[in-house]
């Protein structure tokens, strides 16, 4: 009925031949009807103008379901690997959680072993040796316990650093003294060879000591072939450095980053003959960087077997 009007308002000269300012989409025998009438001539002029090509409707519709396509792998994907992620962490988590059990089991069954024994007095004449295991199995215990605790307050950033001039001798005596029942457990003996002397880099007293011990425990585990670990204190440029090196089997050059990951242990170690959960020296490592230092791995200076593990920080006002 409107177009009806609208022609006979046109035959009859009452609308003006301008285009309008709006579009009707005509059926073509409606347009082809209208194209006559004066002051409609615009509209269908105006409708031609904004038509669509035939060809661009077919090509804008698979543009777009490709996009759509496109979004959707994109999506599959994404969604695939995150999956594979939590089931690698859950894996990991489990694992952890297992060695860490097994760890656990280890030192507290050698002190109730030793305590039942000192308790029924099988130990008579050897109560020094082992009251001194004793010390030694509740060493690995509590190393342990701390590096599990501690592990979480770095991941957390919930760890402070107290930086001030620290007696670098004073601590590293403290900390041979810390583990030298562990070392006499092992039939180890550490010897400290001092070429630095005086020194007092700016340290965290307490983390320097755990980051060390975690260095030795390590050069423990793995070196127990050589009898004996090797500390050393020297210079190193403008700063010093200090080196913990066991005589073991060593560290494939390949490997002498990676094993500084959490959770990661050496190829050789991978079956687990020797016990360890694989967060010692990342933890070493954590703690050396947020102490403006740094720890790495290496040969021994002299090329003979085993590995070296090196502290190096800055001291200030070195010549």
Request: hydrophobic share 45%; aromatic share 6%.
């Amino acid at each position: 009925e409107l177009c009806s009007a609208l022609a006979q308002a046109g035959r009859e000269g009452a609308l003006p031949d301008l285009p309008l300012p709006f579009h009707f989409d005509l059926a073509p025998d409606t347009a082809t009807a209208f194209a006559d009438v004066p002051g409609l001539r615009g509209l269908v002029d105006e409708r031609d103008a904004l038509a669509e090509p035939a060809w661009l409707r077919p090509t804008l519709t698979g543009a777009l379901l490709l996009v759509l396509l496109l979004a959707f792998g994109l999506a599959v994907v994404l969604q695939a690997r995150a999956a594979q992620r939590e089931v690698a962490a859950a894996r990991m988590q489990t694992e952890f959680l297992t060695t860490v059990t097994h760890e656990l089991k280890t030192p507290l069954a050698g002190i109730r072993l030793l305590g039942e024994m000192l308790a029924d007095g099988r130990a008579r004449g050897r109560e020094a040796d082992y009251h001194r295991m004793l010390t030694g199995e509740a060493a690995r215990l509590s190393l342990l316990i701390e590096n599990v605790l501690d592990l979480g307050r770095l991941e957390r950033g919930a760890r402070a650093y107290d930086l001030r001039p620290t007696d670098l001798g004073d601590a590293i005596a403290e900390t041979l003294a810390w583990f030298a029942p562990l070392a006499e457990h092992d039939g180890l003996r550490v010897q400290w060879d001092d070429q630095l002397g005086s020194a007092r880099p700016q340290l965290d007293r307490a983390a320097f000591v755990q980051a060390l011990v975690a260095v030795l425990d390590n050069a423990r585990k793995y070196g127990l072939a050589g009898g004996r670990i090797d500390v050393v204190t020297r210079r190193d440029g403008n700063g010093m450095a200090l080196d913990v090196r066991d005589h073991g089997a060593g560290v494939p050059a390949g490997e002498r980053d990676r094993i500084f990951d959490r959770f990661v242990r050496g190829s050789a170690q991978a079956h687990g003959s020797t016990p360890g959960v694989g967060i010692g020296l990342h933890l070493a490592r954590t703690i050396a960087r947020r102490l403006h230092g740094e720890l790495v791995c290496g040969e021994p200076l002299d090329g003979g077997p085993g590995a070296r593990f090196t502290f190096t920080f800055p001291l200030e006002n070195a010549p």
